[in-house]
Structures are given as structure tokens and as C-alpha cells.
């Protein structure tokens, strides 16, 4: 039984992770877009 909380509590840390590195990504896009745009100033 322990190791059944333990695989669905890795899957969620996993799920978390993979979250954040989607955000991370996002924020790495906006932040070009935001280069770019100083760059036509």
C-alpha cells in the first residue's frame, strides 16, 4: 500500500515539474520577444 502513495505522490511531482518547465519556456519566449521589440526603439 505505501508504495502505491508513493508512485501517485512522484507522478504529481512529476506533473509539477513539467509544469514548470512549460512556464519556464514561456517566460524564456516572452522575454526574446521582449529584446526584440527594444531593439526596434
Do not use: C, P, V, Y
Request: hydrophobic share 45%; no cysteine; proline share 0%.
Amino acid at each position: 500500500m505505501e508504495k502505491s502513495i508513493e508512485f501517485r505522490e512522484l507522478g504529481i511531482n512529476l506533473a509539477g515539474i513539467d509544469t514548470i518547465f512549460h512556464l519556464l519556456g514561456k517566460i524564456e519566449s516572452l522575454q526574446q520577444e521582449l529584446l526584440q521589440l527594444k531593439r526596434f526603439r
